[in-house]
């Protein structure tokens, strides 16, 4: 005889479940690396994606609190950037997972492991808030072609196309939109 569990509107919450891969370790995947390659990509991809994470929402913050008579101008570009930063918080993470490790999420956990400086509680003057962005965005490029050189060296040629045609390439180009902010050119003026 066959027994059913009754139906129920309830929902069947769980206990705290029981942690099945610790942060730091990564699974065997047949994808023809090494698990010291993998090893070494997964925690240089986990720098980066604590780095990227907090540089979208510096991005986020500095969108929504901009002021002054560049406003519309730098509140759309921000909010741009912090879209395609998020494009690739997940492209880092999901590389991350598919070479067997563990992505790191927690906010917690990525202010423990960024290395970029934690901005003022208030709003900062527009060219503060410029300069910290491309102060972040330089971190994230020096480390991530150092680990591309490294990955392509090991034989992980993923992870050294996403640093390189993702990473490097979005950074690039963010930085130069956000560094034409901060040139001293005078304003059009009429002619008579």
Not at 56 to 80: E, M, N, P
Not at 138 to 162: H, K, P, Q
Request: charged fraction near 20%.
């Amino acid at each position: 005889m066959e027994t059913t569990t009754p139906t129920s509107s309830q929902p069947m919450l769980q206990p705290d479940g029981t942690e099945v891969q610790a942060f730091g370790t990564v699974r065997l995947f047949p994808i023809g690396l090494s698990h010291a390659t993998r090893a070494y990509s997964c925690q240089r991809l986990n720098r980066l994606l604590a780095d990227t994470q907090v540089l979208y929402s510096l991005y986020k913050k500095h969108h929504w609190t901009v002021r002054g008579a560049t406003f519309y101008q730098l509140h759309q570009l921000f909010d741009k950037h912090a879209g395609e930063q998020l494009a690739l918080v997940d492209a880092l993470a999901e590389r991350i997972q598919s070479l067997g490790g563990v992505a790191v999420g927690d906010p917690r956990h990525i202010a423990e492991i960024t290395s970029i400086p934690r901005p003022p509680d208030g709003t900062e003057e527009v060219p503060a808030m410029l300069s910290r962005m491309l102060r972040a965005h330089e971190s994230i490029l020096i480390d991530g072609r150092a680990a591309a050189v490294r990955a392509a060296d090991m034989g992980d040629d993923g992870t050294n196309d996403l640093l390189v045609s993702q990473v490097v390439r979005t950074g690039e180009a963010h930085v130069w939109f956000l560094a034409e902010h901060l040139v001293n050119t005078p304003l059009p003026r009429p002619v008579p």
